[in-house]
């Protein structure tokens, strides 16, 4: 929707006094979606350019600095409760509000976590915007960060429902690969299926489930690799989310896993 839709920097159209114009175009967007799978809940992730992203949007330059690697720079939520981009985020905030004045189904994630203390700021933001967590509305997390792996019980503890796993930043972070580097790609490095890779996220499902918190997926990982899914499957992963030429097959194999976990726990029986 802001690549698409606006093309402009939030930070830009805020100068020009062109707020209304951000609001309305993500409000546009979202409803497109809400309206279409009205009655079933559509989980919104917040914007997660990086820096370079942000620079070619117009009037971008003026407001992003240059990074060597805006793949671990400024993004996620770092730049929500930053200063230099607070503003823009509560514009994000408001448009989350107007769509759920008449889609409830409409519900949040924040990207790219690296602190328990982050977490807690931007929740504050949010609040003051009028989004407040309930029973109705629901706020999740992505877990893409190691520090999440390690105190996957501290922010499961937050006043959040649930994490997802986003499988590619993980995996890159965990594994030390840039994963838009080619070179290192086409070496094998860049490899979700990693048992390191696998132990973090098995450390997140045990971390989150301890706390009666949901966990999912949503990286590349279980549209990939079969082998995978069996693995999320044994280690009761909430759901799984899926590239759409795979529903079918993912879905299959789902319940073939489900099947022989349903052996096993009879036979250890």
Known sequence: IIAGEVGEHPNYLIKNNEEEKYINE???????????INGKPIIVRFSDFKTNEYKDLKGGKEFESH????????????????????????????AIKKVRETYRNVHVMLPFVRTVDEVIKC?????????????????????????????????????????????????????????DNDKLGRMGYFNENNEAVLRAIKMLIDGFHDKGKKISICGQAPSEYPEIVDFLVRNKIDSISVNPDVVASVRKQVGEAEKRLLLDTEFEL
């Open 123 to 179: 929740l504050e933001i949010m609040k003051e915007e009028g989004l407040n967590r309930d029973n109705d509305f629901k706020i999740w997390l992505m877990a893409e960060v190691p520090s999440m792996v390690f105190l996957a019980d501290k922010f499961a503890e937050l006043d959040i429902d649930g994490a997802s796993i986003g499988s590619n930043d993980l995996t890159q972070l965990i594994l030390g690969v840039d994963r």
């Open 67 to 94: 990074e060597d690697n805006p793949m671990i720079g400024f993004r996620g939520v770092s730049r929500y409760i930053s200063n230099e981009f607070k503003e823009s985020f509560k514009l994000e905030c408001r």
């Open 26 to 36: 993500l409000v546009k967007g979202i409803e497109k979606i809400a309206r279409a």
